[in-house]
């Protein structure tokens, strides 16, 4: 969406503010032995007492409240009674919602506990791609050149892109125009972001794959070659200097 009055902000904030403290929630509460259900359904708590519906459920009758992903799962991870966090896991968790006619979305990866399985570094490299890649974008900009950078600095860092994954415009409804926001240079996309329009940004930062595959579930994603994926995301509105960073609140980047 493209913002055009001071109530479409309050409302793209109020929404974002829900979904970046449920996030940053949801990870203070994860702990080893916990089932992700447990944590879906904190999530699921805390969204229902701002007022918020879920987006995947909304959307696409998701089987959960919010997405948890474990380890080689890369994304849309089904939370499940029989899925328990360890040690060292590396979880990925997504939330976005609606509130008031006006969505937003955000996510983040991170290592539970203690660094057993080495996973921080992917962690770390999703968070600073992500930071370089939203300080770049102003009106104007290319969406290709975003993905450069992003595609540039993973490999800069031994890492590599998922490709079929993206960010995406966001405001009115979950996916918008701009539809694909990728992390690569996608030669064939010549469009600009717009001042005032609304965008999720997110890295998909991997150890081996480039696209990501879908399981006999319908819904889990893992990678076409194995190994790891981080993604970090954050729901902004650009503007002609650096972007207003709606769900700030997840902190994802103290």
Same mark, same amino acid.
């Given at each position: 969406?493209?913002?055009?009055?001071?109530?479409?902000?309050?409302?793209?904030?109020?929404?974002?503010?829900?979904?970046?403290?449920? =996030?940053? @929630?949801?990870?203070?509460?994860?702990?080893?032995?916990?089932?992700?259900? !447990? =944590?879906?359904?904190?999530?699921?708590?805390?969204?229902?007492?701002?007022?918020?519906?879920?987006?995947?459920? &909304?959307?696409?009758?998701?089987?959960?409240?919010?997405?948890?992903?474990?380890?080689?799962?890369?994304?849309?991870?089904?939370?499940?009674?029989?899925?328990?966090?360890?040690?060292?896991?590396?979880?990925?968790?997504?939330?976005?919602? !609606? =509130?008031? #006619?006006?969505?937003?979305?955000? $996510?983040?990866?991170?290592?539970?506990?203690?660094?057993?399985?080495?996973?921080?570094?992917?962690?770390?490299?999703?968070?600073?791609?992500?930071?370089?890649?939203?300080?770049?974008?102003?009106? #104007?900009?290319?969406?290709?050149?975003?993905? %450069?950078?992003?595609?540039?600095? &993973?490999?800069?860092?031994?890492?590599?892109?998922?490709?079929?994954?993206?960010?995406? $415009?966001?405001?009115?409804?979950?996916?918008?125009?701009?539809?694909?926001? &990728?992390?690569?240079?996608?030669?064939?996309?010549?469009?600009?972001?717009?001042?005032?329009?609304?965008?999720?940004? @997110?890295?998909?930062?991997?150890?081996?794959?480039? %696209?990501?595959?879908?399981?006999?579930?319908?819904?889990?994603?893992?990678?076409?070659?194995?190994?790891?994926?981080?993604? %970090? @995301?954050?729901?902004?509105?650009?503007?002609?200097?650096?972007?207003?960073?709606?769900?700030?609140?997840?902190?994802?980047?103290?």
């Amino acid at each position: 969406m493209s913002i055009t009055k001071e109530s479409e902000l309050i409302g793209m904030k109020k929404v974002s503010d829900v979904v970046a403290y449920t =996030l940053k @929630e949801m990870k203070n509460f994860a702990r080893p032995g916990m089932t992700t259900k !447990e =944590l879906d359904n904190f999530g699921a708590g805390i969204l229902k007492d701002f007022g918020a519906k879920s987006a995947p459920f &909304a959307v696409y009758k998701f089987p959960g409240w919010t997405c948890i992903s474990i380890d080689n799962e890369f994304c849309h991870g089904i939370p499940s009674t029989k899925k328990i966090i360890k040690e060292g896991d590396l979880i990925n968790i997504d939330v976005s919602a !609606e =509130l008031d #006619g006006f969505w937003s979305d955000n $996510g983040a990866s991170f290592v539970m506990g203690e660094d057993k399985n080495g996973h921080q570094k992917l962690v770390d490299a999703s968070k600073e791609i992500l930071q370089k890649g939203i300080n770049y974008i102003k009106g #104007g900009v290319r969406i290709s050149d975003i993905g %450069h950078l992003i595609e540039t600095e &993973a490999k800069r860092r031994g890492f590599k892109v998922i490709k079929n994954l993206t960010g995406h $415009g966001v405001g009115r409804s979950l996916h918008e125009e701009p539809s694909e926001i &990728a992390n690569f240079k996608d030669r064939f996309n010549r469009t600009r972001f717009k001042k005032n329009s609304v965008v999720a940004i @997110e890295t998909f930062i991997s150890t081996h794959s480039t %696209h990501a595959v879908t399981l006999n579930d319908g819904w889990t994603m893992v990678g076409n070659k194995g190994g790891y994926m981080a993604q %970090h @995301e954050h729901t902004i509105v650009v503007t002609d200097n650096k972007p207003i960073i709606l769900t700030e609140k997840n902190a994802i980047w103290d």
